[in-house]
């Protein structure tokens, strides 16, 4: 039901990280998206291309959001939203009632965890 998409990592600059991480380990860029709020890149190896790293920028953050850790959240890619979720919560003890959202290549839920970790679910609407 559930395939691992990517970790994401909270970065200062944005240019700066992605040439670090194409330098030192041979990722590319596979999406670049900027928001008014936001900016995020998606990186993947050509060896490795089913698991990405994301880079998140804030521009002018919002909430605690930006502050939350460097490396913010765990990502599950799902085929159903609404079907994971209930199978989130018929399978732990977790009561997870998250607002879907708009993602950059879909949409999404973002729910704590048992340990407070930031999980994250994704139905990718386009390739």
Do not use: C, W
């Not at 950059?104 to 973002?110: A, C, I, K, Q, T």
Request: aromatic fraction near 10%; charged fraction near 25%; avoid cysteine.
């Amino acid at each position: 039901m559930f395939t691992f998409e990517h970790v994401a990592i909270m970065v200062k600059n944005m240019d700066e990280s992605i040439h670090f991480y194409e330098q030192v380990f041979g990722f590319e860029v596979r999406f670049r998206k900027k928001r008014a709020d936001r900016e995020m890149t998606f990186l993947y190896m050509k060896n490795a291309p089913e698991i990405e790293i994301e880079l998140i920028q804030d521009i002018d953050p919002v909430g605690e959001y930006h502050t939350t850790g460097v490396v913010h959240h765990l990502a599950f890619r799902v085929e159903n939203l609404e079907n994971a979720l209930d199978y989130v919560n018929e399978n732990s003890s977790l009561a997870v009632s998250a607002e879907v959202k708009p993602a950059g290549e879909g949409r999404m839920v973002l729910f704590e965890g048992l340990n407070g970790e930031i999980l994250q679910l994704i139905e990718k609407t386009s390739a």
